[in-house]
């Protein structure tokens, strides 16, 4: 074997490794997928989007089995021209380890949907929902639920005389929270410890009499709650202390109304708020995209600038166009709907380099892609949910496909990303929800599919290669282009060939020497 023999050989063995190792970044617009055919579960639904959730005490460690929640209306499916007494119901399938549902009941609500619907995980293993509902004549109110995925879900309190605003809230060991507004009065906060199985009294925050048009509320282990909405043209934010120590509201930065707006805190006392919101002026037909960080104590001083397009859709402050998540490695990912050559594009960043180094785009440039959702994973993932229009110079309702890709925050904060996976074909497909087991790393969607009666579909992903649970939250990740792995194996191949190559280099060499030796006895 010559030296260029090798070499070739050598190409052949890096390519083996390569590929083996997910070689290159991958482009995302291939048409394979490690995700489930789309399933059917309600045929008579409310246009409001289903929900997807699962109970857990850590990233990995579910406490409970997960579900799909939306509303129903069995009045579509009833052969009676008489309405039931309850015309609307609360609907649950029971997500199983195998990647199944078992539809497990349906319970009345009293009064109508008002357009919200929310999911997250609780204590004990429990899932807690809420609904705003409204009655004929009277102001939207929130409902709670909570119970196990896998029976009846109890009623709590109805929150009357709220609106129509509620943000749910869930931390780590099952800590819960659930923030409402009473108009022109408080925001009303509601706390419920992972040891507790009731919501305790609420805790106020006087506001002034403009309307709120965004709420959200998150939560830190010890159970204090950071409050962030939109009123008057600003973004504001308090700290609701567990200890009963006062805080101040502060004024975060500008902002249009209905907004969409994201908050998280952290345990070591800090905090950041991120919100797309429209533009105004002789903009009118943009969204800006802003995230503000606090110092210690959550004490924010200003905001900085994301992104800022021309959004003649809007959607880049549509709902699920914006999303924060904390992943199981302490890292916090921001993805967003963002614009790039005329068309919506979804970039993601770790939070903290938003706006200031370049963000990884996510979604294929060549549609009209918009951020639908995104969920952290145990295996210190994130995995993002978009739906995408091709075809056409702009987003068509009717022809939305559904994507997915995992990303995870890498060395010298860079995002790094799997290859993105088609999760549903074109079609009337809308408001899209997502979550991951913690027990499987199992991405779960649901959404509606539009139609004269819209119905429930669901589909679900592969979990991160090699991740088993309670193994290490940092798991390998395929498709990053430059992780240790695959360093490792090409690092190892090269050697292999080098030595190959000295070896022939040697052979070479003593072939040389006994030639010459032969010769010199010859001519003896």
């Known amino acids: ?99 199944r549902t078992a539809f497990t009941h349906t319970q009345a609500l009293h009064g109508a949907p008002a357009g919200e619907l929310g999911a997250v995980g609780a204590s004990r293993g429990r899932l807690a929902v809420g609904a705003s509902l409204g009655a004929r004549g009277t102001s939207p109110a929130v409902a709670l639920w909570q119970g196990r995925a896998t029976g009846p879900l109890e009623s709590g309190p109805l929150l009357s005389g709220t609106g129509r605003l509620f943000s749910l809230a869930h931390a780590y060991l099952g800590d819960a929270a659930v923030a409402t507004v009473q108009p022109g009065v408080a925001i009303e906060v509601r706390v419920e410890r992972y040891f507790r199985s009731r919501f305790e009294q609420p805790r106020r925050i006087a506001i002034g009499a403009e309307p709120v048009s965004a709420l959200a509320a998150t939560m830190d282990y010890r159970s204090d709650v950071l409050v962030a909405w939109q ?125 200031t180094r370049p963000a990884a785009r996510l979604s294929d440039p060549a549609g009209q892609s918009r951020l639908a959702d995104l969920a952290p994973g145990p295996a210190g993932e994130a995995v993002a949910l978009w739906s995408s229009t091709h075809g056409g110079s702009g987003i068509d309702p009717t022809r939305n496909e559904l994507w997915a890709a995992r990303a995870f925050v890498e060395r010298h904060g860079r995002v790094g990303a799997g290859p993105a996976e088609i999760v549903a074909s074109a079609g009337p497909n809308a408001d899209p929800s997502l979550a991951v087991d913690p027990a499987s790393d199992h991405a779960v969607a649901a959404w509606l599919t539009l139609a004269a009666h819209p119905s429930i579909e669901w589909a679900a992903g592969p979990g991160a290669s090699g991740y088993r649970p309670g193994t290490p939250a940092a798991a390998a990740h395929p498709g990053s282009g430059t992780h240790s792995l695959r360093i490792a194996l090409a690092a190892g191949a090269v050697a292999i060939v080098a030595l190959m190559i000295l070896a022939l280099r040697r052979r070479a060499g003593a072939r040389a020497a006994g030639g010459a030796n032969r010769g010199m006895r010859r001519r003896r």
């Open 231 to 355: 009123q008057n043209g600003a973004i504001y934010a308090h700290m609701l202390r567990a200890s009963g120590r006062a805080e101040p509201t502060q004024r975060v930065g500008t902002s249009a109304p209905n907004p969409q707006l994201k908050a998280l805190v952290s345990d070591n006392d800090h905090g950041m708020i991120a919100w797309s919101s429209a533009g105004g002026g002789a903009r009118a037909a943009s969204t800006s995209v802003r995230i503000a960080f606090s110092e210690a104590g959550v004490r924010f001083a200003g905001s900085r600038l994301v992104a800022s397009f021309v959004d003649p859709e809007g959607a880049g402050h549509a709902p699920g166009s914006l999303a924060l998540a904390r992943l199981s490695t302490e890292n916090v990912m921001l993805a967003w709907t963002d614009a790039e050559a005329g068309h919506y594009v979804v970039r993601a960043a770790p939070a903290v380099f938003a706006g």
């Open 1 to 99: 074997m010559t030296a260029r023999h090798v070499c070739a050989f050598a190409a052949v063995i890096l390519g083996g490794f390569l590929s083996l190792t997910g070689g290159a970044a991958h482009g995302t617009s291939g048409a394979q997928s490690g995700w489930s055919a789309a399933r059917p579960l309600g045929s008579c639904v409310v246009a409001v989007g289903p929900r997807v959730a699962f109970p857990s005490e850590s990233p990995s460690l579910a406490t409970g089995p997960g579900a799909i929640v939306w509303v129903e209306d069995p009045v579509c499916a009833s052969a009676s021209a008489r309405p039931p007494r309850f015309p609307f119901g609360l609907s649950v399938a029971a997500l199983s380890p195998g990647g």
